[in-house]
């Protein structure tokens, strides 16, 4: 797909999140000078082919009352690691799972599993019961609790530009 300069402006109009109306892809065309339904044609487009691998949400979780946020650490094998990832990941307590490599000698994990809760003991008992769910009590693992929060973005791709 080669991507015009109109793909590059709704690119870097989406890094800015769609608008919580009814119609948001409608609201982003105004802003672009751009229809409903080539906004939707061209976001498609660019998921088909590549150009967009995930399109999804930032939730501020501090704001709905989710104030204990961990990130649960793994070693697991390497030849389970995907398989392990995929169920976690489908899992309900966990909001966000990724694979990085280990930083060996002191960082053996290479699975990172985001579990929100109301209060610690919540988290730690939704970690508790991925363990023991899944059988995952032999595998090393970390809680690593936030400290502090970040702001959160979606992904940001070149300046926004100008619409016409």
Known sequence: MELNDRDHRLISALGDGL??????????????????????????????????RRFGIIVRHHELGFRANAMSVWDIPDHQVAEVGRILGDSPE?????????????WPYNLFCMIHGRDRPAVEAAIAALVERYGLGSHAHAVLFSTRRFK?????????????
């Not at 919580?20 to 088909?48: F, H, N, T, W």
């Not at 799972?97 to 000698?105: A, N, Q």
């Not at 959160?152 to 016409?164: D, I, L, P, S, V």
């Open 94 to 106: 966990v909001t966000l799972c990724y694979r990085r490599p280990r930083r060996l000698p002191d």
């Open 152 to 164: 959160q973005t979606g992904a940001r791709y070149g300046r926004r530009a100008a619409a016409e």
């Open 19 to 52: 608008a919580l109306v009814e119609r948001p892809y409608l609201v982003l065309g105004q802003s672009l000078g751009m229809a409903e339904d080539e906004v939707i044609a061209r976001i498609q487009a660019m998921k088909d082919c590549g150009i967009i």
